[in-house]
């Protein structure tokens, strides 16, 4: 039973229905027909008996003539061919006399003339009884002997002349009955046939929703924040407001959500950035020393075929190193000039050969202003750093777009190209270090950007989907004697 | 509601359409008529008024003595009688022409029991039993197998039984057929039409015996009636047989044609109506 109850709505609920309506349907139907049995029982017994009443006035007279043949006639009338079917249900009937004898009857070979009634079976010797113990009046036989007997009294002039009795087959109502009751289950089973669809259909339409639901509150868990708030139900009925709570819940979790994942984001790369940082700083300090001696040995030491060879190799070795530590370093030290629209130019002139390399057709749009306060330097970093990787995104015959508006609030810098977008895995550590969104450069543009990006207090995001990226900056306004702070 | 239904020697007579013609003449038909057969009375009415040269019309009645009493009444000129009421009615009646059966003016009484009965030979062993009468005056139907009885030693009023009347022979014929009738006794010229017409009728039932002949049922005309027509009409009757019109009228009535009837032929159903005499009158209605 428990597994019944276990069904889910989309079949609990309609299956309710339709038994409810099932029972009630075949209940109605049952006490219908249980009615129309009784009544018809009764109703083709009263038949019976008005066609008695009238054989009974014209049997008079052949009675008291003693004219077996006009009385045959009349008594086999009701069963010639001819009658209407359905009227007259009796099997037979029997003309007795006074002495209780068969006078005549419809059927000679199953009620002879001149037979006594009590031996033409227990049912009949036992009306036979009832009509000797109150003589003159109508009486009827119980249905368990396999006939119902329906006898009527013949009285002329205050003398018992003898009796008519109808002779049913126990069950003479049958036909009759099954044609009602045939035709009963037939509109039962057309009510169904239009109940039964139109139930399934709101029951359906009941427990889809509560399923979608349910659903949805399982996946709630495992909360993918892409998935939208659910208009499966636009009513406003509890149902509607379970809907409504959860999408209130949902867009709540989402949130949070998103939240955590951009604290947990900042942070790493917060760490990121001072343990890049502090490596940058102890590797710089010995660096630095290693380069002064570099030189030295170049200048003074003696020629030596040896050192001739490996110089360059330690030279070049120590001047990658260098780099990447420049890199990673933010080296934002000395170059505090303040920028200007022009600087936005000169980024342009700079990598228009680079543009052009790439064939890829651009459009700049410089309303930078020179209100901004930004250290030109880093700007100008930022600048070349997300243009040259859009210029590479957007790849042959793509299109980049470059705009820089400068405002009260700072300057916001946008730039869009239509490459290919950035996927899924690789969005989540877009700016940490080496993350290698080309195979170009050394994987550190981005995050440095996004080093700067930060030490100017500003923010940076990325839009990519519908086959168009774009990195947004903004960076509030600042002052010009900007000092890089010394950990950095 | 069974007259309609009707027999043979059941009479039937037209009712005369008195005004309708100046001096019709008065048919009472009676033995040769399974069913009312008005298609084949118009035929033959066509046929003699013509040749006759007056109106003719048939008068039809329920039972023996209705007819009986319409010629008591004077109300018929011909009538076709059996042969006991033509013995009864002699003082009023002239015999006209007797019909041919399979060419000979005779016919038989049958008794007849259900085919299902196997046992009985003869009248004797219906003692006990039901026995259906055609007509208080049917030769063959009542006075013969009474006049059989009294031959044995029996006593007609309690030999049987029970005993009632059906007022036609076909009846009698279903009587037994369907079994309420232990047995009857029927004319031979309708037991012999039906089971040509209906066997299933008289497949219900089995002739036992077949008495000797009697003279058929004559047609007789009253005693008054004109010499002349009445030997144009006797003329004409006995003439049908010789055309093709009067022959298919005579097919269907189930005859062969007719003969100047003679007395004779009906002494012996006289002799038996005197034994009878009055005395049986009971056994009537």
């Known amino acids: 039973m428990a597994r019944v109850f276990d069904l889910s709505f989309r079949y609990k609920i309609p299956l309710w229905g339709s038994v409810l309506i099932a029972v009630v349907a075949l209940t109605l139907t049952l006490s219908f027909m249980l009615q129309a049995h009784d009544d018809l029982k009764r109703d083709m017994l009263a038949n019976s008996d008005n066609l008695g009443r009238v054989l009974v006035k014209t049997l008079y007279a052949p009675m008291l003539h003693d004219d077996v043949w006009r009385a045959y006639e009349i008594v086999k009338a009701p069963f010639s061919a001819g009658s209407p079917p359905g009227s007259f249900r009796a099997e037979g009937l029997i003309l007795l006399d006074a002495r209780h004898e068969v006078f005549v009857s419809s059927q000679p070979d199953s009620w002879p003339m001149r037979t006594p009634m009590a031996r033409l079976g227990q049912a009949y010797a036992r009306l036979d009884e009832k009509l000797r113990a109150a003589p003159k009046t109508m009486a009827i036989s119980t249905e368990d002997e396999g006939v119902i007997l329906l006898a009527l009294p013949m009285i002329s002039d205050d003398v018992d002349i003898g009796h008519l009795v109808l002779v049913h087959p126990a069950g003479f109502y049958w036909p009759r009955f099954r044609e009602l009751a045939w035709r009963a289950l037939l509109i039962t089973g057309l009510v169904l046939s239009v109940l039964l669809p139109i139930n399934w259909y709101w029951g359906r339409r009941m427990a889809v929703p509560v399923e979608r639901l349910a659903e949805r509150m399982d996946e709630l868990g495992k909360l993918d924040p892409e998935s939208s708030p659910s208009d499966d139900y636009p009513y406003r009925d509890e149902l509607g407001r379970l809907f409504q709570a959860y999408n209130r819940m949902h867009a709540e979790m989402a949130e949070k959500a998103t939240l955590e994942q951009r604290m947990v984001k900042a942070d790493r790369l917060a760490a990121l950035g001072r343990l890049a940082a502090g490596i940058a700083h102890e590797i710089n300090n010995p660096l630095g020393g290693l380069m002064t001696s570099l030189d030295t040995v170049k ?40 920028l200007a629209a022009q600087d936005i130019d000169d980024v342009r002139t700079l990598l228009a050969q680079e543009a052009k390399k790439r064939d890829v057709e651009w459009t700049w749009d410089n309303r930078a202003g020179d209100a901004s306060g930004l250290p030109a330097t880093l700007v100008r970093q930022v600048l070349i750093n997300l243009v040259l990787n859009a210029l590479q995104a957007a790849g042959v015959g793509g299109h980049v777009l470059v705009r820089c508006v400068g405002s009260e609030a700072g300057l916001k810098l946008e730039i869009e190209n239509d490459g290919a977008v950035i996927p899924d895995e690789l969005m989540k550590n877009l700016f940490e270090p080496f993350t290698g969104l080309n195979e170009e450069g050394h994987g550190l543009g981005l995050w440095v950007t996004h080093q700067i990006v930060e030490q100017l207090g500003g923010g940076i995001h990325v839009e990519s989907r519908d086959g168009r990226t774009r990195f947004s900056v903004e960076l509030p306004k600042g002052d010009c004697a900007w000092q890089p702070s010394a950990s950095v | 509601m069974e007259r309609r239904e009707f027999i043979a020697l059941g009479a039937l007579l037209f009712s005369p359409l008195a005004h309708a013609d100046p001096q019709p003449l008065r048919i009472g038909l009676t033995p040769t008529l399974l069913h009312e057969r008005h298609a084949l009375l118009a035929r033959w009415k066509a046929y003699l008024e013509p040749r006759l040269g007056v109106p003719v019309s048939f008068v039809l009645r329920d039972s023996y003595s209705d007819t009986m009493d319409l010629i008591k009444q004077r109300r018929l000129d011909v009538a076709w009688l ?42 004797a062993d219906l003692e006990g039993k039901i026995f259906a009468y055609a007509d208080p005056y049917s030769h063959t139907g009542y006075l013969f197998p009474r006049h059989e009885l009294a031959a044995l030693g029996k006593s007609p009023k309690s030999f049987f039984g029970r005993t009632f009347f059906t007022w036609s022979h076909r009846k009698a014929i279903e009587a037994v057929a369907q079994h309420l009738a232990d047995g009857a006794a029927v004319e031979s010229y309708v037991w012999d039409a039906l089971a040509r017409e209906e066997p299933r009728v008289t497949g219900g039932t089995r002739i036992v015996s077949r008495s000797r002949e009697f003279g058929f049922p004559p047609l007789v005309t009253l005693k008054a009636f004109p010499e002349k027509t009445f030997q144009s009409l006797r003329r004409v009757l006995m003439e049908m047989e010789r055309d093709v019109q009067g022959r298919e009228i005579l097919a269907d009535l189930h005859i062969n044609g007719f003969i100047p009837a003679k007395p004779d032929l009906y002494a012996e159903v006289e002799s038996m109506a005197r034994q009878a005499g009055r005395q049986d009158d009971g056994a009537g209605i």
């Open chain 1, 299 to 338: 200048l003074h030491a003696a020629p030596d075929p040896v050192l001739d060879r490996f110089l360059p190799y330690l030279e070049r070795g120590l001047a990658q190193i260098r780099d990447i530590v420049a890199a990673l370093l933010v080296e934002t030290k000395a170059r505090s000039r303040p």
């Open chain 2, 82 to 123: 059996s042969d006991y009421p033509y013995v009864l009615m002699k003082p009023h009646v002239r015999l006209l022409v007797t019909p041919l059966k399979d060419g000979r003016p005779y016919y038989r009484s049958y008794l007849i029991v259900p085919a299902r009965d196997k046992r009985t030979r003869s009248l």
